[in-house]
């Protein structure tokens, strides 16, 4: 099935990825759906676009003023197009879009790719309409698509994460081809929600943003489960084609203040759209949330030219905190250390994780140029701080840690439930093969893993992750899977890995910091955390 998923995408983006419209850094604007939920109105849509104006958010960027589910009429008109319901928009939908335009905003269009639109049991899709919804869109003068993907198997079924009709990229790869044959640019947000395989392949070439997740919601725990997701898409971010990790929380009473700057700064630096959920309205929102949404050297990070995904650099499961860093023009780095505890704590982040020997650093929420600053910085971070740090006239560091060994888990002593697996061709890299450990009793253990001296070191652990967390997102679904490593028999310590990739053979690499090794051979054990399953291991490299 993979084969035939990747030809398909092959095959359109031959004939659609050099013309559909692409936004050269990720899109921002307003969304009424985390909000208003689907009750979208004539008259929130154009408060809401004025409060956009009025609130100087405009000129910040956030211009796609979207009416996402609940504005279309149950039935299409006798030519079978798409009607606005007259008592919602009694103005009707060209009349909101040259209001919008008005403004010097952008017209943001949605619909489905199945047969009723989300949040409706009635209200139609474009399944089996794209010519005719597609010119139709042109014809209202939308400045985007933002596409669906309810009702996708069957007129009853909502919500279907599994079925083949729901899973195959075809149905958002058909509106794709016909909006590139159309004769206005039409910037087309893929929402899919992650679900099937290999969305980081066929949805790029096609799409200006695509959703990589199920709904965040209103908790904390959605941004745990979001950022987790988005891990594996720096292999696919690129100028024009961004991962979108779902609309903005921040000003809905949901987050602490503490929080909605960590949110707002992980959705900026892997290159997400920002689309605000909450009201454009200062009596709706708080002043604080509305500048949390205003600043704009986050905001620069997130627009930056080069629209280069952050990648997590190291994470520190049992510590509750990461290290993310990523590339900026300008030959300067934005370095991301994110608290997930809910207490502050003191961490330390030594530069050499992201090969910097010293820079010129920037605290961004601070708005404090720091200067220079070089080897090993103590933080105090809040509990669910992420402190944004900007580097530049950056020196790189000549003392890189060199490979000491890589060890294949085909090769390694199994117990309990722990199975070898094969893999075809180019999967499961770069071993070619990985383990499946499932069970209280399953692990993997490595004899004769060599050091040249004693204590922590720096692991490369190549992994497999594609549970996705999509019906228990809406619970404690958290896109991870844990993975105890223990040297020479001392207590095993706990990682959470993130999701690897597109499906169950695509690995991606994870570094973590492993105590206990002793000058000479050890021996490593990778096991499962209590009754869970781990991540599937492919192997892991030791570097001193």
Not at 228 to 255: E, H, R, W
Not at 476 to 505: C, E, H, M, Q
Request: hydrophobic share 40%; net charge negative; charged share 20%.
């Amino acid at each position: 099935m993979k084969s035939v998923i990747i030809t398909w995408a092959l095959l359109l983006e031959a004939s659609v990825e050099a013309t559909l419209y692409k936004s050269k850094t990720p899109p921002m604007g307003w969304n009424s759906y985390n909000y208003y939920n689907c009750y979208p109105s004539e008259e929130i849509m154009k408060t809401n676009a004025q409060g956009l104006v009025d609130l100087g958010l405009a000129d910040l960027g956030y211009v796609y003023v979207t009416t996402d589910c609940g504005w279309m009429a149950r039935d299409r008109d006798s030519e079978d197009r798409l009607q606005w319901n007259s008592a919602l928009f009694p103005s009707g939908g060209p009349a909101l879009g040259e209001y919008i335009h008005g403004l010097g905003l952008k017209f943001g269009l949605y619909s489905g790719a199945g047969y009723y639109q989300c949040g409706s049991t009635d209200l139609p899709a474009s399944l089996g309409f794209e010519e005719i919804d597609a010119q139709t869109f042109v014809d209202w003068e939308g400045d985007s698509l933002k596409y669906d993907n309810c009702y996708s198997s069957s007129r009853d079924i909502m919500a279907d994460y599994v079925s083949p009709a729901s899973t195959s990229p075809g149905r958002h790869q058909k509106m794709a081809s016909v909006l590139d044959g159309l004769d206005r640019d039409l910037a087309y947000f893929i929402c899919q929600w992650g679900i099937g395989e290999d969305l980081g392949e066929w949805a790029p070439p096609i799409g200006n943003v695509y959703r990589i997740s199920n709904d965040i919601y209103n908790a904390w725990r959605s941004v745990w489960r979001i950022t987790n997701q988005v891990v594996p898409f720096y292999k696919s971010t690129a100028v024009g084609a961004y991962p979108d990790m779902d609309m903005l929380i921040v000003g809905l009473n949901a987050l602490s203040l503490q929080e909605e700057m960590f949110h707002f700064s992980m959705w900026a630096i892997n290159k997400s759209p920002l689309n605000i959920g909450a009201p454009a309205d200062p009596e709706l929102t708080p002043a604080t949330s509305l500048d949390v949404l205003r600043n704009e050297e986050v905001i620069a990070i997130n627009q930056d030219p080069l629209g280069n995904q952050a990648r997590l650099i190291r994470r520190y499961t049992e510590e509750e905190w990461d290290i993310w860093a990523g590339e900026l023009s300008g030959s300067r780095m934005v370095l991301g250390i994110a608290n997930w505890k809910n207490d502050s704590q003191t961490v330390d982040v030594d530069l050499l994780a992201v090969n910097v020997s010293e820079a010129s650093a920037r605290d961004v929420w601070a708005a404090q140029d720091i200067g220079t600053i070089s080897g090993v910085q103590t933080l105090e971070l809040a509990g669910h701080e992420m402190r944004l740090l900007v580097l530049s006239d950056i020196v790189a560091s000549a003392s890189l840690l060199t490979s000491a060994g890589y060890y294949s888990a085909a090769d390694a002593e199994l117990a309990g439930n722990a199975t070898k697996i094969a893999c075809d061709g180019a999967d499961c890299a770069p071993a070619g093969s990985k383990v499946s450990i499932t069970g209280q009793d399953a692990s993997v253990a490595f004899d004769s893993v060599v050091a040249s001296s004693e204590g922590k070191k720096l692991v490369g652990v190549d992994f497999i992750n594609y549970e996705i967390a999509l019906d228990s997102a809406w619970d404690y679904g958290s896109n991870t899977r844990n993975l105890t490593v223990s040297v020479n028999g001392d207590t095993p310590k706990r990682w959470a890995f993130p999701i690897s990739g597109g499906d169950w053979f695509e690995s991606d690499r994870m570094f973590i910091e492993v105590d206990g090794f002793v000058a000479g051979e050890n021996r490593v054990t990778f096991a499962a955390n209590e009754d869970s399953s781990a991540p599937d291991l492919v192997g892991f490299e030791v570097f001193e």
